[in-house]
């Protein structure tokens, strides 16, 4: 939904509030000689002015999470830069100094950490505006790694998946670092 729509929106949103309002208002006011009827309230002028503030309020709000919004959703649509592919090269860097010993138990956690930046790290190379075609070779070491089965939870199949996991993490990381071009 575009910026001038919602601002639209928001604008007759407010108008209805203070109509309303201001229709209750006039509706507090009936009265008779003797002060306003047995089956009218009395209601004293500040709490209408409090409803009509806090209706104000509330739509200043709506217009201003609207706004973030719109802005969020045009960061969203911007072409990702290098700065992304950057971002997310840099969580997978910090997996470079960790290891596991597969079979004793202490390797979920990393393993699944390593996947998790090199997932992002495809995400953000996709998304970028020079197109997937520009990092081919990463790529297609990654889509590799993810066609392979995973779930093996014996010690053989899990000795495979980091030798795979983290084959393939070093691979990247050494293709990343000979084109510094594309991050930096």
């Known amino acids: 939904m575009s910026v001038q729509i919602r601002v639209r929106t928001s604008t007759a949103a407010l108008a209805v509030t203070a109509a309303l309002v201001a229709a209750l208002a006039g509706c507090t006011g009936a009265s008779t000689s003797h ?8 209601v004293a002028p500040s709490v209408n002015a409090s409803a009509a503030a806090v209706a104000a309020e509330k739509a200043e709000e709506s217009d201003a999470a609207d706004a973030a919004a719109d802005a969020q959703a045009e960061r969203g649509a911007k072409i ?23 079979g004793a138990g202490d390797c979920d956690y990393f393993l699944g950490r390593v996947n998790e930046e090199l997932t992002g790290l495809e995400k953000s190379m996709r998304a970028r505006s020079d197109g997937p075609d520009h990092f081919k070779e990463p790529l297609g070491w990654l889509s590799a790694l993810h066609a392979k089965p995973a779930g093996d939870s014996s010690t053989a199949g899990e000795k495979k ?12 990381s050494t293709w990343m670092q000979g084109h510094p071009e594309d991050y930096r």
Do not use: H, K, M, S
């Open 35 to 42: 002060g306003p009827g047995d089956d009218v309230p009395e």
């Open 80 to 102: 990702n830069g290098p700065e992304e592919v950057r971002d997310a090269f840099a969580g997978l860097q910090a997996t470079l100094d960790e290891t596991c010993t597969p």
């Open 161 to 172: 998946y980091f030798d795979d996991l983290i084959g393939t993490r070093d691979r990247v």
